[in-house]
């Protein structure tokens, strides 16, 4: 190898940072998010509508709010408002993007690794590219509003010029540095499941913010939360707005306190984002380790364990497919955690508020009634594989009753165990057993209804798009199953329901322990008559059913 030859790479190499550092990155990667933007945007006019629309519908509610907390301005508690607005905007922001990564491609940086580009540069450029979209501009309209509310003479006007942009650089480095950090976990499997069950915890946190918010103006209002707002205060970033607020007091110490905290934080975040996105391009990740799976774990999986307690035969094998699809699968796994984490919320948030009642743990059993619907859907284009096992009525009444089988094993004890937590909450043992009557009716009323609806609306659920759990068209049908499914249930378990108003009304407490067997008879009674009159269906319409499920 002459010199010439050798010295080269190394002359590329030296050249390289060179050449990235003589153009402009910071352009080049705003340039880069409109491009993706714009050609996210091309081909679809469907895109566009809900991008557009999107936008619109960010501006105005920006507005109305930016609107609203300027009415503040001037209130004993616009402080406390605002304040602690700019901390659950950080919070927003710090976790939305673990939740929603497909949000923003430029988000993972592994994707650059292939370019010579240094972390600092390669930090302010995607900290400027950052700053372009509908949720910076959001912050921006809400960080205007909330200085606006607290912004009070001169010192509070000079205060309020750099809060503003130091609260939405707060914010975007937050999530940045976050997302670096995690980028592994996002692009795992594991951080797909953590995305499907956004849902749930927007629900989760929805009914805490309903709690707190009614035990908030029950217990006196704003006023309460003055001693945590003394603390979040000096948390960046809502230190920015902070500070606005303590300027406009005459508190020049501590509104230079808070500006000097605001700052050191934000240098330390931009520190912290610089060596997570080193460490990220200079670490192997998953495609360049081989994976070892140890196969001990593999053999494991197949027959042993926990699922040596299932039955033999078809029935065993059936089962264990469907719960596997619970625990593997990520939308039945998202819609399966929402259904037990909802079906557990209502009625025990109802009961701490003293509006509960035992009654609402019927809404649990109904949540997951309403996984027996579609039961095909989730086998997509594989079950052609099913529908080969599948020759007579009695196969597909076999089939089903598996799949029953399997929900039952984790509805019955479900529906249990929240009925008797609601009875504890509202010490009401005396109405426990009614109201676990009620629920098995319920249940076996919507395993019914599911058998029949997912015979005659099946409707396919595609594997792409973490959010899309019906293929385009089929809306309709899976709209009239579930809906539909669900009054008739309500009208199959009527006479249990009218037998416990009846003996409620007519109070006779010491006849409703007969609502437990007599819902549990019920409800196991309509099972098998959906199973027994959804498997002929099933047997006769194979190949629409397949074609249905398989639109994915």
Request: include cysteine.
């Amino acid at each position: 190898m002459s010199a010439a030859s050798a010295s080269a790479p190394a002359t590329a190499t030296a050249t390289a940072p060179a050449v990235a550092g003589a153009v402009d990155l910071t352009s080049v990667f705003v340039r880069l998010k409109l491009s993706l933007i714009r050609n996210g945007l091309k081909g679809s006019s469907k895109r566009k509508a809900a991008y557009f629309g999107s936008l619109a519908l960010a501006l105005v509610v920006a507005c109305f709010a930016m609107l609203g907390l300027a009415v503040l301005h001037g209130n004993a508690h616009a402080g406390t408002v605002v304040v602690l607005l700019a901390a659950i905007l950080a919070l927003g922001w710090t976790f939305m993007p673990l939740f929603f990564p497909s949000g923003d491609e430029t988000l993972d940086p592994s994707r650059l690794v292939m370019l010579p580009l240094r972390p600092r540069p390669l930090v302010r450029a995607l900290l400027a590219s950052s700053l372009v979209g509908i949720g910076p501009l959001f912050t921006v309209c809400l960080a205007v509003g909330s200085v606006v509310a607290v912004a009070r003479g001169a010192a509070g006007i000079v205060a309020a010029v750099p809060a503003v942009p130091l609260l939405v650089l707060g914010c975007v480095t937050l999530a940045r540095a976050v997302a670096t950090a995690n980028v592994r976990l996002l692009t795992s499997r594991k951080g797909r499941d953590l995305a499907l069950l956004s849902g749930l915890l927007i629900a989760v946190g929805a009914q805490l913010a309903n709690f707190g918010s009614q035990r908030l103006f029950q217990s006196g209002g704003l006023a309460q939360l003055e001693p945590v707002e003394a603390v979040v205060r000096w948390l960046p970033p809502a230190t920015a707005v902070g500070m606005v607020d303590s300027a406009s007091k005459g508190s020049y110490g501590v509104a230079a306190g808070q500006l000097a905290v605001t700052v050191l934080a934000l240098v330390l975040l931009l520190r912290f984002w610089e060596r997570s996105l080193t460490t990220l391009m200079v670490t192997p990740d998953g495609s360049t380790i081989a994976a070892s799976q140890p196969s001990a774990k593999r053999d494991s999986a197949d027959g042993a364990g926990v699922w040596s307690f299932l039955p033999g035969g078809r029935t065993g094998a059936v089962m264990q497919r469907t719960l596997r699809y619970v625990v593997r699968d990520p939308k039945t796994k998202s819609a399966w955690v929402t259904a037990l984490a909802i079906g557990l919320i209502i009625p025990v948030f109802n009961a701490l508020q003293g509006t509960g009642s035992v009654y609402l743990a019927c809404f649990g059993a109904g949540m997951l009634g309403v996984q027996m619907y579609n039961q095909f859907g989730q086998d997509t284009g594989a079950f052609w594989m099913v529908a080969q096992t599948i020759a007579t009525p009695r196969d597909a009444f076999a089939e089903l009753r598996a799949r029953a089988y399997a929900l039952a094993l984790v509805t019955v004890p479900y529906t249990v165990v929240v009925t008797a937590v609601t009875a504890a909450l509202v010490h009401n043992w005396g109405g426990f057993p009614a109201a676990l009557g009620v629920g098995l009716a319920l249940l076996g009323s919507m395993l019914c209804t599911g058998a029949l609806a997912s015979a005659h609306f099946p409707y396919s659920i595609p594997t792409d798009g973490a959010f899309k759990n019906v293929a385009p068209g089929q809306g309709g049908l899976a709209w009239a199953g579930i809906f539909g499914g669900m009054l008739a249930s309500a009208v199959i378990c009527s006479p249990v329901i009218v037998l416990a108003v009846y003996l409620s009304v007519a109070d006779h407490p010491s006849l409703t322990w007969i609502l437990l067997p007599l819902g549990a008879a019920w409800g196991t009674l309509a099972t098998w008559a959906g199973l027994r009159l959804a498997a002929p269906t099933v047997a006769r319409k194979l190949p629409e059913i397949l074609l249905a499920v398989s639109k994915g």
